[in-house]
């Protein structure tokens, strides 16, 4: 199949270079901003009796700890993300363009699964001791300030063990999501411009292009945390010691739980972050003199192009 917006560049060390450094930009931006979400979301994860709603969540932590604790966490949520974003998107684009050339017949909903289970292997490595001790500090108000102090405790206490003790689940959480993000994005692109728009990307404005970007961004996002909301409440449980193993961890929060508990801030929080990570990620390709992303068969009029 013929695509559009294949370029020479995305060969070249200096495009894969520029999608990471957007990715980790736009990744360590968009989570930074909606750390206060992720302080209720992971409160209510951890501690779904005390905390069993947004409004009881937000109005509790108020008065126990003060305005300061909706920003707990924002280092490890900045710096985290950053690296996970920098590593999902560069390898992303790298894996998408090796395995296109492996895979050549292959239908390419695969080599978008394919690819992003990849470079999520190594975004969740990086992200992993971050996310360690970002959960403890938003949930348990006598535990660090931040990586600052937070990094050398959670060593003395458990080792390097400590720092990856989610590592299972967060790849559960993230490596579909992952998959289903970069796939519901990649043809939602195709979709609009062949459905919607009905033009080549390249005869459409900027700002089209990055219309397109965000619309496909909030679909993304939104189909992507259904999908991995049960490996979240799984990495909270087993980071603030509610369980030691995983299949303790599902016993104690129940099967209905697990895609229900958090889901509908979990959904606010996911697709306008996904959203404004795409929006970022893009505008910094487009300012580096690379083409918005996404794939769009060339045949966009139904002229029988391709």
Known sequence: MVMEGRICEELKPRYYALCAIGGMLSAGTTHLAITPFDVLKVNMQVHPIKYYSISSCFTSLLREQGPSVLWK??????????????????????????????????????????????????????????????????????????????????????????????????????????????????????????????????????????????????????????????????????????????????RNIGLANLFTRSLPIRMLLVGPSITLQWFFYDTIKILGGMPTSGEVRTDVRGDGAG
């Not at 920098?86 to 394919?114: A, H, M, P, T």
């Not at 289903?180 to 033009?199: A, G, I």
């Not at 619309?215 to 990495?235: K, Q, R, T």
Request: hydrophobic share 40%.
């Open 73 to 250: 966490g924002w280092t490890g949520k900045f710096f985290g993300y950053g690296a996970q974003g920098g590593c999902r998107f560069g390898l992303y684009e790298y894996f998408k363009e090796v395995y296109s050339n492996v895979l050549v017949d292959q239908n390419r909903s695969f080599v978008f699964f394919l690819s992003s289970a990849s470079a999520e292997v190594f975004a969740n490595v990086a992200l992993c001791p971050f996310e360690a001790v970002k959960v403890r500090v938003q949930a348990q108000p006598c535990f660090a300030k931040g990586l600052y102090d937070g990094f050398p405790k959670l060593y003395a206490s458990e080792g390097t063990r400590g720092f990856y003790r989610g590592l299972i689940p967060l790849l559960g959480r993230n490596i579909p999501f992952s998959m289903v993000m970069f796939s519901t994005f990649e043809h939602s692109v195709d979709f609009l411009y062949r459905n919607v728009v009905k033009r080549k990307k390249e005869d459409c404005s900027i700002g089209q292009q990055l219309g397109v970007t965000c619309l496909a961004g909030y679909a993304a996002g939104s189909v992507g945390s259904f999908i991995s909301n049960p490996a979240d409440n799984i990495v909270s449980s087993l980071y603030n010691r509610k369980a030691d193993s995983l299949a303790l961890a599902i």
